[in-house]
């Protein structure tokens, strides 16, 4: 498969992940950010378990603990507090500093160097990303900013180390995702319920949210993001991470009326320009062992994904 085509596909990812603002704060109950990080992670790896039939081995609980705390069982609690607690798209804008830190990471795990075009792209798509969703008389929440500024940090501490670890000889990333997603889940799980209490009653509108969030957006969109972390650099992945707070103020815009300016329509063009500035460079190599040919169940989800992108559907 080509560079071009695993970008595509793994940008789906953050694309589809830019809908889960406008799923929260419409298709969603109020006030209960774990326990929608929840029900967005546990069923998704629990189903992917019974499709993999694939359980850790030896040192990989550890790591897929680690990964799953990294990736999931921190972000989504995090990603979704900021979600409530700040308005349209300003609960996206904190993510634009990913990159940022994924280069620090990087540095310190990878023993990538930081170059000037790595670290121009993520302060571009950083800069792109805040004219669009910092417009004027958007509301700042002091617990919202440090809650997503700690979603990035994790997020990206989990692609480094997902980047570092790969992933186990004969092992596919469909199984690799679904240890991560119920490790994850299995982390916020009692502290949901010790914050949150029972869960709240549940409308059918309430249920749909919650099975988009699990299926599309989760277990297809991160089977495809750590894919994509095993076939390309760190940086170019979490590049492509601006796409998801862009597809958000899209959203705003086209189901939520919310106005774009000319200001907000120059910020989408400098992120879009960062994230493209991103992808350009040599494939990273693939580690010998760590990538396998896939399963049924991976090229069955793969051409899902490809029959999706064909026909215009962004999850």
Same mark, same amino acid.
């Given at each position: 498969?080509?560079?071009?085509?695993?970008?595509?596909?793994?940008?789906?990812?953050?694309?589809?992940?830019?809908?889960?603002?406008?799923?929260?704060?419409?298709?969603?109950?109020?006030?209960?950010?774990?326990?929608?990080?929840?029900?967005?992670?546990?069923?998704?790896?629990?189903?992917?378990?019974?499709?993999?039939?694939?359980?850790?081995?030896?040192?990989?609980?550890?790591?897929?603990?680690?990964?799953?705390?990294?990736?999931?069982?921190?972000?989504?609690?995090?990603?979704?507090?900021?979600?409530?607690?700040?308005?349209?798209?300003?609960?996206?804008?904190?993510?634009?500093?990913?990159?940022?830190?994924?280069?620090?990471?990087?540095?310190?795990?990878?023993?990538?160097?930081?170059?000037?075009?790595?670290?121009?792209?993520?302060?571009?798509?950083?800069?792109?990303?805040?004219?669009?969703?910092?417009?004027?008389?958007?509301?700042?929440?002091?617990?919202?900013?440090?809650?997503?500024?700690?979603?990035?940090?994790?997020?990206?501490?989990?692609?480094?180390?997902?980047?570092?670890?790969?992933?186990?000889?004969?092992?596919?990333?469909?199984?690799?995702?679904?240890?991560?997603?119920? $490790?994850? +889940?299995?982390?916020?799980? !009692? @502290?949901?319920? =010790?914050?949150?209490?029972?869960?709240? /009653?549940? %409308?059918? #509108?309430?249920?749909?949210?919650?099975?988009?969030?699990?299926?599309?957006?989760?277990?297809?969109?991160?089977?495809?993001?750590?894919?994509?972390?095993?076939?390309?650099?760190?940086?170019?992945?979490?590049?492509?991470?601006?796409?998801?707070?862009?597809?958000?103020?899209?959203?705003?815009?086209? $189901?939520? +009326?919310?106005?774009?300016? !000319? @200001?907000?329509? =120059?910020?989408?063009?400098?992120?879009? /320009?960062? %994230?493209? #500035?991103?992808?350009?460079?040599?494939?990273?190599?693939?580690?010998?062992?760590?990538?396998?040919?896939?399963?049924?169940?991976?090229?069955?989800?793969?051409?899902?994904?490809?029959?999706?992108?064909?026909?215009?559907?962004?999850?």
């Amino acid at each position: 498969m080509s560079k071009a085509a695993i970008v595509a596909l793994t940008a789906l990812a953050p694309i589809s992940w830019g809908s889960t603002y406008f799923v929260t704060t419409e298709f969603l109950p109020p006030d209960r950010p774990l326990f929608t990080g929840l029900m967005r992670a546990l069923p998704a790896g629990l189903l992917l378990l019974a499709l993999t039939r694939k359980l850790p081995q030896g040192a990989w609980w550890w790591k897929s603990a680690v990964l799953g705390a990294l990736n999931i069982g921190a972000f989504f609690p995090l990603l979704f507090l900021a979600a409530y607690r700040l308005p349209g798209g300003v609960a996206a804008v904190v993510g634009s500093v990913g990159p940022l830190f994924v280069v620090g990471l990087a540095a310190l795990f990878l023993g990538d160097r930081p170059t000037a075009k790595s670290l121009l792209t993520a302060v571009a798509a950083a800069f792109g990303v805040s004219l669009v969703v910092l417009k004027a008389g958007a509301a700042l929440d002091l617990v919202g900013v440090i809650a997503g500024l700690l979603s990035a940090l994790s997020m990206s501490a989990g692609v480094v180390f997902t980047k570092r670890w790969g992933r186990p000889e004969g092992v596919g990333a469909l199984a690799l995702t679904g240890w991560q997603l119920t $490790a994850g +889940g299995l982390v916020i799980l !009692p @502290v949901a319920f =010790l914050v949150e209490g029972a869960p709240p /009653a549940l %409308t059918g #509108t309430h249920l749909a949210g919650y099975a988009y969030l699990a299926l599309g957006n989760t277990a297809v969109s991160y089977f495809l993001w750590f894919r994509g972390i095993e076939r390309l650099s760190a940086s170019s992945v979490t590049l492509l991470g601006p796409l998801s707070p862009l597809t958000a103020a899209i959203i705003g815009w086209a $189901a939520l +009326g919310q106005a774009l300016g !000319p @200001v907000q329509v =120059l910020g989408m063009v400098i992120a879009f /320009a960062a %994230t493209l #500035t991103g992808q350009l460079g040599p494939r990273t190599p693939k580690k010998s062992g760590q990538v396998t040919p896939f399963s049924s169940a991976e090229r069955k989800v793969q051409e899902v994904s490809m029959d999706l992108e064909v026909s215009g559907v962004r999850r």
